[in-house]
Every structure is written in C-alpha cells, then in structure tokens.
C-alpha cells in the first residue's frame, strides 16, 4: 500500500490499514503497555517517537491514570489523528511536530522521561546509523532506570530496506551506547522488540 501522510484522508486509510496487515501489532502494543506498567514510578512521563494517529498513546493513557504522554510525529495530519484520538487525556498529553532526523525536536522534550518507545517505526527514518542515532540521543534524555524499546521489524534477507536490522544489531548498538540489561523483550511474527535502560 502506497502511504500518504500528507492528507487526513490518506492518513486515516493508512491507520486503519495496520492491525490487519500486521494482526501481531495487538500482542506488541500490550507488550509495550506492560513493560511500561511495570517501570518503578509513579508517575511516569513517557515519549513516544513516530506516534502516528496516537492509538498507543491512548492504550498507555488508559492504562496508567498516572501517566503524562508525550508523541512526536512529522506529519501534521497524523498529528490531528492523535489530537482528535487523545481528546480525553488532554491534560496529560503533549504533541510535537518534528522530524527525528534533525536534532530540533531534542530541545522539545521535558527531560528526564522515563521511557522512549517506538512501534514498527524507525526502521523508516533511513539506515542503520539513523537507527543508531536515536538509540544515542535517547539515552540521554532518560532518567536512571529509565526504559528504552523498539519494537519494529526484524531484518529480511528478501527486504532490502537498511532500516531493518537484526535483533543481534539492535542489542550490540544498544549495549554499545551504554544501555544496561539489553534483551529481546519480545518476538512476535516480523516484530521484535530491543528493550535497555538508562
């Protein structure tokens, strides 16, 4: 499928498109709301990079009356998905229009945050060292303990995009920038999420 961010309606045929192409997505959002339902805080400030129409975010929200959410996403229209999807968490929720290739959006967040996620997303942003890129910049902006995970596709040998690592690449880039207890949380399908900590 063709994507168009650039329209709502293209958008909102992209965001409805997602669970049947991809039915594992449920179990790796659940996955992620768990892993963040069990960081130690009690109010965490979580950021989700590359929120699209903002359906995780709303899944966290609801889960976690505690916690303040913040997405960054480069299109506008998937931005006014999220607003008009996480009307009744207004007051715990912040929305950013950046570009996660460019370093502006850094100075958008209200740091420490206690975790960084991302769901079948930054593989997108371009090759491995943009990959690596976020993994650096994110640490810095955890606070000690704080949870970083990608869950996104795993590497094909029959899919040429340099976006799509391994799971071994993920854990060696992520120990390599310090992160600790680095682990392959979950495997589900083409999924698989890279989990460390700050």
């Known amino acids: 499928m063709a994507r168009d961010f650039h329209s709502r309606e293209g958008v909102e045929e992209w965001l409805d498109s997602l669970d049947e192409r991809w039915p594992q997505r449920g179990a790796v959002s659940q996955h992620i709301v768990e892993e963040i339902s069990q960081l130690p805080f009690a109010q965490p400030t979580v950021l989700e990079l590359c929120c699209g129409g903002g359906r995780l975010g709303e899944k966290l929200l609801r889960a976690l009356p505690a916690l303040h959410y913040s997405g960054i996403d480069f299109s506008e229209p998937l931005l006014d998905c999220a607003r008009k999807t996480l009307v009744p ?31 079948q997303s930054l593989h997108d942003l371009g090759d491995e060292a943009q ?10 902006l955890l606070k000690p303990g704080g949870l970083l995970l990608n869950a996104d596709f795993q590497h094909d040998p029959n899919d040429p995009r340099p976006g799509r690592l391994s799971t071994e690449r993920h854990v060696q880039l992520l120990k390599k920038h310090g992160y600790q207890r680095v682990d392959i949380s979950l495997v589900a399908g083409r999924f698989a999420s890279s989990i460390g900590f700050a």
Do not use: C
């Not at 996660?100 to 209200?110: A, F, G, R």
């Not at 890129?133 to 994110?138: E, H, V, W």
């Open 89 to 119: 968490y207004a007051q715990r929720t912040t929305l950013i229009q950046a570009d996660l290739n460019e370093d502006t959006w850094l100075k958008q967040i209200d740091t420490p945050v206690h975790a960084i996620f991302s769901m």
């Open 131 to 140: 990959v690596e890129r976020i993994y650096a910049k994110s640490l810095a």
